[in-house]
């Protein structure tokens, strides 16, 4: 079993030796304390590491995330269909997301208040809009709130000639994205596991 250390006092000394530990480990000694706070912790100096085979296993990966799945359980339905029905992007943001990605989904009510107008932009528009609410780079919502300042997204890098950054401004709990059309707000996280993180917005991002 492991994170047991059983410990022994054998001849006025005090030894410390892993429960799993095997037949060739040597134990561990006592040498002094370091610092108390009564019936609290104790610090104290041993003679050698305490160390566990078990412990210091490699810890596997963390699953991958299903960026669709992860979309289509909160608030993002209809934005996960926009990204699914674009190969190309969603291939993009995909890629991106297990080096470093914040992604601004706006809700459903967001995207169906933008839809007639999405209907109507060119293939490459579409694209661009799109790849406009990835910042490739990751920021916890802590991040978020103590830093002001231009973020660049994955349209920028599909489009040089033009400048697809926005404003992240914060105002005591509140987040805004302000681009040149609109200002959105950060409603709810949907998903925080570093290096991606998704939030939900209020408006459709318009460069």
Do not use: W
């Amino acid at each position: 079993m492991s994170g047991y250390v059983n410990i022994t006092r054998k001849d006025g000394k005090v030894s410390f030796m892993t429960e799993d530990a095997d037949d060739t480990a040597k134990p561990s000694r006592y040498v002094k304390s370091v610092k108390e706070f009564p019936y609290d912790i104790a610090v104290l100096q041993v003679s050698s590491i305490i160390s566990s085979a078990e412990a210091e296993a490699p810890v596997p990966p963390p699953a991958p995330v299903d960026l669709e799945e992860l979309l289509s359980k909160r608030y993002c339905k209809s934005f996960a269909s926009l990204l699914s029905a674009n190969a190309e992007v969603f291939r993009a943001v995909n890629e991106t997301k297990d080096n470093g990605l914040t992604l601004f989904c706006p809700v459903d009510s967001a995207v169906a208040a933008f839809a007639a107008t999405y209907k109507n932009l060119t293939a490459k528009a579409k694209a661009a809009i799109l790849l406009y609410h990835a910042v490739p780079d990751y920021f916890s919502l802590q991040l978020l709130k103590s830093n002001n300042g231009m973020v660049t997204t994955l349209a920028t890098a599909s489009d040089k000639k033009m400048d697809y950054s926005y404003d992240v401004k914060n105002k005591g709990e509140t987040v805004t994205l302000q681009t040149r059309v609109v200002t959105s707000s950060v409603t709810a996280t949907v998903g925080d596991m570093e290096p991606l993180a998704v939030y939900a917005v209020n408006k459709f991002l318009q460069p």
